[in-house]
Structure formats: C-alpha cells, structure tokens
C-alpha cells in the first residue's frame, strides 16, 4: 500500500469507528426512553451510506411502536432529532443519524421512489416539469435520488414546511 491508501483507509476506519459510536450512544438512550414508555422493541444498528442507522423493531407486530411513529411519522422526526441532541451532547459533534421505528421509513423510501420514477416518467412523456406535493427533507432526498436515477433532475422549491420537489425535463 501506497502512504496516501494507507492514510484513507485509516480515515475511512476512523469515520466507521465514529459512525459506530454514534449508534451505540443513540441505542442506549433509545433504550431508556423504551423503558420510560414501558414499551417493547429491539435496537438494531448498522451504518448506511455515511450515516449511522438505528432501528426500533418488535416481535410483537409493531402496534405499541407506532405511537413511537405518530402520525405522518411526526413523532419519528422529533425522537430523530432527540437522538441527535443526545449523539451531539456526549460527542460534541454534529450527528447525521437516520432513526428508523417499526420499518416506516423503510416503506416510505420504497413509496417516495416510486413517486420519484412515475413524476420522472410523466416529465419525460409530458416534457412538462411536475411539482411535487410539500414533503420533509427526508423525503425530498428519497425522491431527489430516484430522479436522478431515472435520468432526470429536480430542485427543492419553497420554504419550510412547504418545500417541494419540482422535476425538470433533462
């Protein structure tokens, strides 16, 4: 190995190291507030495109962790933004962290991508752009990604909380 791959694999050890740290401090406060709410779930952790991923599961079908959900996954939001005030007190850093609760936003990716490859597809047909619905910067990412997938491009428009995704002919 070269002196400059040796430097970027130890860089590259280091961020999954930090990553790793990130998840185990979001699990155990995770963890406290499942038993505060004397709810039932596991914590799985795992680290996703330069993010640390956590994700609240449960045997039992998920009926007690979809108050954890809330509705529109409003409740998800705030328990992800908690998490990442807890990962930032005990790090001092920043926290990118992407929670997860009885798989919604593995749903909502795979429902976001599809809306991203049909307004993709109706823009190539059309040549017209096509203006999304208002969504979460979560959800703008999940549709910018299947967009440009598909070919296309597409801008966020507007401010919070009614930013949305336009998707422009190529």
């Not at 406290?32 to 799985?44: K, Q, S, T």
């Amino acid at each position: 190995m070269t002196e400059g791959t040796t430097s970027a694999a130890v860089e590259g050890a280091d961020t999954l190291s930090h990553l790793e740290q990130e998840g185990e401090i979001a699990a155990d406060y995770l963890e406290g507030l499942l038993d505060i709410a004397d709810l039932d779930g596991d914590i799985d952790m795992d680290v996703e495109a330069d993010r640390a991923a956590v994700s609240i599961i449960s045997d039992a079908g998920g009926r007690d962790l979809q108050k954890l959900v809330g509705r529109d996954g409003e409740v998800l939001e705030a328990l992800q933004e908690l998490t990442r005030l807890a990962v930032h007190r005990e790090t001092g850093d920043r926290s990118r962290l992407m929670l997860d609760i009885a798989g919604y936003r593995a749903k909502k990716r795979a429902e976001l991508s599809e809306l991203g490859a049909k307004a993709a597809a109706e823009v190539r047909s059309t040549g017209e752009p096509v203006k999304l619905k208002p969504m979460s910067p979560f959800e703008r990412k999940v549709v910018h990604d299947a967009v440009k997938s598909a070919g296309l491009r597409s801008e966020s428009e507007g401010e919070e909380p009614q930013r949305f995704v336009v998707v422009l002919p190529a």
